[in-house]
């Protein structure tokens, strides 16, 4: 860069000050034309003044610079003295004002042994020349950067794709943009421990707490998108750059909090820094998160669990199944749980719930901590005695859960799903599922799947409803009043209640899923014989809720014709297995 600079006022200290300044410019160079009067005394320059104009090139202002000096010398010259330099500048930029303070050890010669400190206030444009006093270049703070990526989210093995876009407001010089991406996994743990010191009276107990920390890097990488240096004029730029992830990367994953062992910060962070090479810390640069999930292969696949119980006191037992149509989901989702239950006992069910269950491993070399949470619950009704059918259950997942992830060495984080039957006077049966839950994202759909608010598939109950015991007063049959001596007994086929000598005879019902002989009433006794009656009929009721269904998908095509132009673009639910 080439400046005109024209100067007035006492050359040696305009001379001095045009020097400092394009000391820090690197290849900028200064025509100065001095126009001055100074008297050389015994005592040179108490005091004087000089003022320098800058006229500068490619888009930076012009500049006047004032240039007050004080001294306070003893009998020769220039031991020391300070000077003020005000620089205005064009463009309607704010001014900038330094003052530079000098001192001199040699005490009968000019200007030998000297240092200078600068004290500035600036803004705008005018970073060039805080740059040269600072010994960088000052990026104008209008000028920006970012990345932008191929996908919202990545698995271990993709690629990503993606652009370096600059705005640039002001015109700078660059060596050059690159873009580094890095992998790592921090984990800081807190132990508190306990330790006894001293002996005999002098014996004393001690709490220490103790830090553990681990770091480990899975992969780092600088990509030079642009090697090539020179000035960046104003304008708008894309530098395309892709990258290959390893294989076999942990989730991401951030968390942090405490517990009664002590504080914890566990963290599998991912990131991608754009950077324009300026000079040190006065770089343009951009750095964004990446969202990566851990691959899943056969992870998203149906799932199922079950398990059953027996009770001391009742005969019978309780039978649970429990489907999800996948294993894997977003924050936000909301997943329905099937579930079948075959309770041939009199023993009901108060109330089912669905229970979120998070499990932190955190490890380092010498301690060990295992964090497991019931972080979210949702309760739905019980069931009554000998039921037999299917619930579907909605569960919304919360937004705030954090992510799963299984394959970092000192981090993990795994989830399981908890159906809880609440059984009076017995112990819980529960059927756990495995769940993962994937980093929360921007999610990009064209033609939903299924439009929200779509109904749930019916319950049904194959078995015929249970009549309860305040119901009944007599035998339905012989009219024989319940008295202590006279129970109760319920028909394992139409569920009504009666005497004991009406329901002697017992007979397996195998369409009611009895494989064991039970009680049923003398009118029942045909039917139960030949497999026995439902009272829902799952194919009809399937029949029944796939017209609805159908109706429903119809509104709402009439609704938003622009998702649905053609009607046989609906989508379709995936049939039901009844």
């Not at 025509?31 to 005394?41: E, G, I, L, R």
């Not at 998108?225 to 989730?251: E, R």
């Not at 249970?466 to 007063?473: K, L, N, S, V, Y």
């Amino acid at each position: 860069m080439n400046y005109q600079v024209t100067v007035s006022g006492d050359p040696e200290l305009a001379q001095e000050s045009v020097d400092f300044v394009s000391s820090g410019f690197g290849n900028m160079s200064m025509n100065v034309n001095t126009n001055s009067s100074s008297h050389h005394h015994h005592h040179h320059h108490n005091g004087g003044n000089a003022e320098v104009s800058f006229n500068g090139g490619f888009g930076m202002p012009n500049m006047t610079m004032e240039v007050k000096e004080t001294h306070s010398g003893n009998h020769h010259h220039h031991h020391s003295g300070n000077a003020e330099i005000s620089i205005n500048s064009g463009f309607g930029m704010p001014s900038m004002t330094m003052s530079v303070t000098d001192s001199g050890n040699n005490h009968h010669h000019h200007h030998h042994n000297e240092t200078a400190s600068v004290n500035l206030s600036l803004g705008g444009i005018v970073g060039a020349v805080v740059g040269a006093v600072t010994g960088g270049v000052m990026i104008d703070g209008r000028n920006r950067i970012w990345v932008q990526l191929n996908q919202s989210s990545y698995v271990g093995g993709d690629i990503i794709s993606g652009t370096i876009e600059m705005d640039c407001i002001v015109p700078f010089f660059a060596k050059g943009v690159i873009v580094k991406v890095k992998g790592f996994e921090r984990l800081w743990l807190q132990e508190l421990r306990t330790e006894t010191e001293g002996e005999g009276s002098n014996k004393r107990t001690v709490y220490k707490t103790i830090d553990h920390k681990e770091n480990k890097e899975f992969f780092k990488s600088t990509i030079v998108v642009y090697p090539q240096a020179g000035t960046v004029n104003c304008g708008h730029y894309s530098f395309p750059f892709s990258y290959q992830l390893p294989s076999d990367l942990p989730g991401t994953f951030c968390h942090d909090g405490k517990d009664a062992m002590g504080a914890y910060s566990a963290k599998i962070l991912y990131k991608c820094k754009a950077t324009v090479d300026v000079a040190h810390k006065h770089d343009l640069k951009s750095t964004t998160k990446l969202i990566i999930n851990e691959k899943c292969g056969e992870l998203v696949q149906p799932s199922f669990a079950e398990n059953k119980k027996s009770f001391m006191l009742t005969k019978g037992k309780l039978h649970v199944k429990t489907w999800l149509n996948k294993n894997a989901y977003f924050p936000g989702e909301t997943l329905v749980a099937k579930m079948k239950a075959n309770n041939t006992s009199i023993k009901p069910t108060r109330k089912i719930s669905l229970v979120v269950h998070h499990t932190m491993q955190l490890k380092t070399r010498l301690y060990h901590r295992c964090i497991t949470n019931a972080i979210y619950k949702q309760q739905y009704d019980g069931f009554q005695p000998c039921f037999y059918g299917k619930r579907y259950l909605p569960f919304s997942i919360p937004v705030d859960l954090k992510p799963s992830s299984s394959l970092g060495k000192h981090v993990t984080s795994s989830y399981l799903l908890e159906l809880e039957c609440d059984i009076p006077m017995a112990i819980d049966l529960s059927v756990t599922l495995p769940l993962t839950l994937f980093a929360p994202q921007f999610l990009y759909s064209t033609v939903p799947s299924q439009p929200p608010g779509t109904p749930l598939p019916p319950d049904v109950s194959y078995r015929h409803p249970w009549e309860g015991d305040e119901h009944a007063t007599a035998c339905r049959k012989c009219n024989k009043s319940f008295s202590l001596f006279a129970r109760k007994h319920h028909c394992r086929h139409c569920m009504k209640i009666f005497c004991d000598k009406c329901t002697s005879t017992k007979t397996t019902i195998t369409k009611l899923a009895y494989p064991k002989p039970v009680r049923v009433c003398e009118e029942c006794y045909p039917i139960a014989t030949q497999g026995g009656n439902k009272y829902q009929s799952a194919k009809l009721m399937a029949a029944q809720y796939q017209a609805s269904l159908n109706a429903y998908y119809a509104q709402y095509a009439s609704l938003y014709p622009q998702i649905y132009p053609d009607q046989q673009q609906q989508p379709s639910a995936p049939p039901q297995q009844y």
